[in-house]
């Protein structure tokens, strides 16, 4: 499985962006995709999932309100919307995909794709 995100790039506090993730290959007929996020010098941190399975989401507490992934499963497709961006939003954003684990633990995805890089400036 291979997965790629786009939709990264450089906008002003307060601004939107939508990142699209693509998942290639042999996947299963049950999966959950999500995103991770990772900053300069920071942890990598949990931000969304979504189920291909009756698209069940779940969010970091940081992106309730602000963020929503949606999914086209037929697609192999998520997305996710980004609205008020924030400076500390800044981060690399790595689509993820778990054939058997969710949720916010990074050990629960089995396929990571490269990232997608968002800058919020102030």
């Known amino acids: 499985v291979q997965l790629q995100a786009s939709g990264g790039g450089l906008v002003q506090a307060g601004d939107s962006l939508r990142l699209s993730c693509v998942a290639s290959g042999r996947t299963s007929t049950s999966y959950t995709m999500g995103w991770f996020r990772q900053a300069p010098g920071e942890e990598r941190e949990f931000v969304a999932s979504?189920?291909?399975?009756?698209?069940?989401?779940s969010y970091a507490d940081f992106a309730k309100g602000r963020f929503t992934t949606s999914g086209d499963f037929a697609k192999n497709t998520v997305y996710l919307q980004m609205n008020s961006l924030e400076p500390e939003d800044t981060a690399v954003y790595y689509c993820v995909l778990g054939l058997s684990g969710t949720g916010s633990l990074s050990r629960n995805y089995n396929y990571w794709g490269k990232g997608t890089q968002v800058t919020v400036s102030s």
């Open positions: 979504i189920s291909s399975r009756g698209s069940r989401t």
